[in-house]
């Protein structure tokens, strides 16, 4: 139950705490004809850009690949974070070794060990929105042009 809107800076403070402390999260793309798809993955966050990885040849692989922009979503329906972002793309191999390792740890999973062809994908936010009820609407941008906003 809302007990009245947050101010910005509680929602940018329960949004970082979210990007540090959730493992997954919902990845929106879409192909370069309009076809949209929806997966979770687990991601890291280093404090300026998350993480996924996912097979190269998988639908979200080629869209993030193609179109370089995705939208992330984070949380129930009644805490909602959405982030979205540029997409970077580095091989397996291109990404330092203690970035993969603390993917890996954090997150339990570690696509490096397995034979199917994976991907790294950065993905820099570039704009990020939270709300919890109808009272937060007005004021859920939380960053513009990849600026956090005071």
Same mark, same amino acid.
């Given at each position: 139950?809302?007990?009245?809107?947050? *101010?910005?800076?509680?929602?940018?403070?329960?949004?970082?705490?979210?990007?540090?402390?959730?493992?997954?999260?919902?990845?929106?793309?879409?192909?370069?004809?309009?076809?949209?798809?929806?997966?979770?993955?687990?991601?890291?966050?280093?404090?300026?850009?998350? !993480?996924?990885?996912?097979?190269?040849?998988? *639908?979200?692989?080629?869209? !993030?690949?193609? #179109?370089?922009?995705?939208?992330?979503?984070?949380?129930?329906?009644?805490?909602?974070?959405?982030?979205?972002?540029?997409?970077?793309?580095?091989?397996?191999?291109?990404? *330092?070794?203690?970035?993969?390792?603390?993917?890996?740890?954090?997150?339990?999973?570690?696509?490096?060990?397995?034979? #199917?062809?994976?991907?790294?994908?950065?993905? #820099? *936010?570039?704009?990020?929105?939270?709300?919890?009820?109808?009272?937060?609407?007005?004021?859920?941008?939380?960053?513009?042009?990849?600026?956090?906003?005071?």
């Amino acid at each position: 139950m809302s007990v009245g809107p947050r *101010p910005r800076a509680v929602r940018r403070r329960d949004t970082e705490h979210r990007l540090a402390h959730d493992v997954d999260v919902w990845v929106a793309s879409a192909s370069t004809d309009g076809l949209p798809h929806l997966v979770p993955l687990s991601f890291d966050w280093d404090g300026r850009t998350l !993480l996924v990885a996912t097979p190269t040849d998988s *639908p979200t692989g080629r869209n !993030l690949a193609a #179109t370089r922009s995705v939208r992330l979503a984070f949380g129930p329906t009644r805490d909602v974070t959405v982030v979205d972002g540029e997409v970077a793309f580095l091989a397996m191999d291109a990404l *330092p070794r203690e970035a993969a390792d603390r993917f890996a740890a954090r997150t339990g999973f570690d696509p490096r060990t397995l034979t #199917t062809a994976y991907r790294w994908f950065r993905i #820099t *936010p570039s704009r990020i929105q939270a709300w919890r009820e109808e009272d937060e609407l007005r004021g859920r941008l939380l960053m513009r042009d990849g600026a956090w906003l005071t």
